[in-house]
C-alpha cells in the first residue's frame, strides 16, 4: 500500500469547500485580571499556501491594561486552517469542514500568569468566523503582559498527537520582550 492511499493529502470535496482565497472574521470575549475586553477582526487569506492577514479592534475595554500579545496567540495559532502542509500528509483542520471545529487551550506563563481559551471556526461561504474566550488570571501587576513590555510572540513549532480520539497540541513559546529578554509561556491544546 502506497503512501498516498495512506494519506490522500487533498480530497475534491475539500477543494470545493476551501478556496484558494478565504476570508476570515474574528470575534473575542475575554478577561485578564479582571479587566474586560471584546476584540473583533477581519482579514483574508490562502489556505494552500499558509498565507493571512488580519486587522484587530478592541471594540469594548479599550485602553487594554495588558499587553495585546497574549490574546493575540489565539488568532495567531488559533485558525489552523491557514497552515500548510506538505504533500502526503493529512490536514486534519481543512477536513474539518464543513462542520467546523473547536479547540480549548491552556497558557502557563513563567511568572504565574494563567490563561485559557476556547474557540469555534465555522464557515459560511468562502469566509471562516472565528468565535472565542479568553481569559487570564494571577499576571503580577509587574510583569511584563501587564505593564506592555511585550513585542510579540517568538516563531515556533507545534508537536501534534492523536489520544483518545482528539488531537492535542504541546508547545513552548517565548515573549519577546522589549529589554531584548523573553518570557517562556507552555501552551497545551486539544483541536476537535
Not at 481543512?94 to 480549548?104: I, W
Not at 504565574?112 to 481559551?117: I, K, P, R
Request: hydrophobic letters at 30%; a positive charge; charged letters at 25%.
Amino acid at each position: 500500500m502506497g503512501v498516498k492511499k495512506l494519506f490522500p493529502y487533498r480530497q475534491k470535496k475539500h477543494f470545493e469547500i476551501i478556496q484558494d482565497d478565504m476570508k476570515m472574521e474574528y470575534e473575542m470575549k475575554g478577561w485578564v485580571n479582571g479587566h474586560e475586553f471584546t476584540i473583533e477582526g477581519e482579514g483574508n487569506g490562502k489556505p494552500y499556501e499558509g498565507k493571512q492577514t488580519a486587522n484587530f479592534k478592541v471594540i469594548t475595554g479599550a485602553p487594554l491594561s495588558f499587553s495585546f500579545d497574549i490574546p493575540s496567540s489565539v488568532f495567531q495559532y488559533g485558525n489552523r486552517c491557514f497552515t500548510r502542509y506538505p504533500e502526503g500528509m493529512p490536514d486534519y483542520f481543512k477536513q474539518a469542514f464543513p462542520a467546523g471545529m473547536s479547540y480549548e487551550r491552556t497558557f502557563t506563563f513563567e511568572d504565574g500568569g494563567v490563561a485559557t481559551a476556547s474557540g469555534h471556526i465555522s464557515l459560511e461561504g468562502n469566509c471562516f468566523k472565528h468565535k472565542s474566550i479568553f481569559h487570564g488570571v494571577n499576571f503580577p501587576a509587574d510583569g511584563p503582559v501587564m505593564k506592555k513590555e511585550t513585542t510579540g510572540w517568538d516563531p515556533s513549532f507545534e508537536k501534534m498527537t492523536v489520544c483518545k480520539g482528539f488531537l492535542m497540541g504541546d508547545i513552548t513559546m517565548f515573549l519577546l520582550l522589549k529589554n531584548g529578554g523573553y518570557q517562556r509561556c507552555h501552551f497545551n491544546t486539544t483541536y476537535k
